[in-house]
C-alpha cells in the first residue's frame, strides 16, 4: 500500500491523506514534519505544493517504521514535554504528557526565587531535570542517571537551552553522593513487572528496557528511592515519585514508615494514580 507514494507528483495533502490511513493523522503529520524539516502550520498553509522523489521515499521509509511499531519521537528524533521540545534517541525513554504532573507538583513545591537544591534520579533525556531547572532559575538541578549514552541526550538537551542551573553525574541513584542535601528529590524510575504484556505494545518495545522495567514487581527502584532518599533530603524537604496504575498504596505505605509526612498522591488526565510523594520529617512521633 506504502508503494503508491512512490508515484510522483503527489501533493503534500494527498500525501497526508494516504498516510493517515496506515498511522494516525498526528503521526503522519510529525513524521512529514520532520522529513520536510516545517512547522505545523506549513503543512496547512502549503497543501497543495508537490513533494519531490527524495522527500517522498525519506517519508515512506519513516512511515514503514512507524508501522513496524517504532516511536515517532525516535523516528522524528524529538519530542514535546511541558513547554519544550527534547531531543530523543533509542537511549532513553519517550517523555510522557504523564510525567509533566511530576514537575508540576515539583515546581509547586519550589517558591520562585528560592535557592535550593533539586536532584532528579534516573533523568533520561533530561525532560524533567532541565524543565524545572527552566522554570526556577534559582536553584539548582543535579540531574542522575547511570547510562551515560542517556546523559550525552541530557545534556545536549540543557545546552539546547542554554540551561546553566544543572549538573549531570553518572551514577546508580543515590550512590553519586555522600553528604549533599536535596530540598526536592524527584524520580521517575523504572515501574513495570518484567513479563508485563504492555512491554510488548507498540512503542515500548523499543525504548530502553532498563528505564522501563524493574524486579519484585516493579517496585525494586521505587523501594531502593524511598528507603536512602531520608539520607539526602533536608529536614522538611520533598520527595516524589511517578509510579505504575497500582503502586500508589504501596508508595504511601513506604514513605510513611520511612519518615515522611503530608504524603498525597495525585493522578494523571487519564485519572490513573501517578505521582505520590511526602515530606521528610525526622522528628515524626517523637514528641
Ligand atoms: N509510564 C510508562 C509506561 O507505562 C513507563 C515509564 C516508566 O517505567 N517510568 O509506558
Known amino acids: 500500500m506504502t508503494q503508491n507514494f512512490l508515484k510522483s507528483p503527489i501533493t503534500i495533502r494527498e500525501l497526508l491523506r494516504s498516510a493517515e490511513l496506515l498511522v494516525s493523522r498526528i503521526d503522519a503529520r510529525f513524521l512529514l514534519q520532520s ?6 502550520a506549513f503543512l496547512i498553509a502549503h497543501a497543495d505544493l508537490l513533494l519531490g522523489t527524495e522527500q517522498i521515499r525519506r517519508f515512506q521509509q519513516l512511515l514503514a517504521r512507524r508501522i513496524e511499531g517504532e516511536p515517532v519521537a525516535y523516528l522524528t528524533g524529538e519530542k514535546g514535554f511541558y513547554d519544550l521540545v527534547f531531543e530523543v534517541t533509542p537511549d532513553v525513554l519517550v517523555p510522557r504528557p504523564e510525567t509533566e504532573l511530576l514537575v508540576e507538583i515539583a515546581l509547586s513545591k519550589i517558591p520562585l526565587g528560592q535557592q535550593c537544591n533539586i ?17 526556577r532559575p534559582d536553584a539548582q538541578v543535579t540531574a542522575v542517571d547511570i547510562s551515560s549514552a542517556a546523559l550525552v541526550v541530557a545534556r545536549k538537551n540543557a545546552e539546547k537551552y542554554a ?15 555522600s553528604s549533599e542535601k536535596f530540598a526536592v528529590i524527584v524520580a521517575n524510575p523504572p515501574y513495570i513487572t ?5 512491554l510488548e505494545e507498540d512503542g515500548l518495545r523499543f525504548e530502553p528496557f532498563i528505564a522501563l522495567t524493574a ?31 497500582d503502586q500508589a498504596s504501596v508508595c504511601q505505605e513506604l514513605l510513611d514508615r520511612t519518615d515522611f509526612l503530608s504524603i ?6 487519564a485519572g490513573i494514580d501517578r505521582v505520590t510523594g511526602g515530606q521528610y520529617r525526622p522528628l515524626k512521633g517523637a514528641k
Open 35 to 40: 522529513v520536510l524539516n516545517v512547522e505545523a
Open 119 to 135: 536532584l532528579d534520579l534516573g533523568t533520561g533525556s533530561g525532560a524533567i531535570a532541565v524543565t524545572i531547572a527552566k522554570h
Open 163 to 177: 540551561i546553566k542551573n544543572i549538573a549531570f553525574v553518572e551514577a546508580d541513584w543515590f550512590s553519586g553522593f
Open 194 to 198: 518484567l513479563g508485563d504484556p504492555h
Open 215 to 245: 524486579q519484585e514487581n516493579g517496585l525494586e527502584c521505587i523501594c531502593k528511592i524511598i528507603i536512602q532518599a531520608p539520607d539526602y533530603l533536608e529536614n522538611a524537604g520533598w520527595l516524589m515519585l511517578e509510579h505504575g496504575y
Open 264 to 269: 498525597f498522591t495525585q493522578s494523571d488526565l
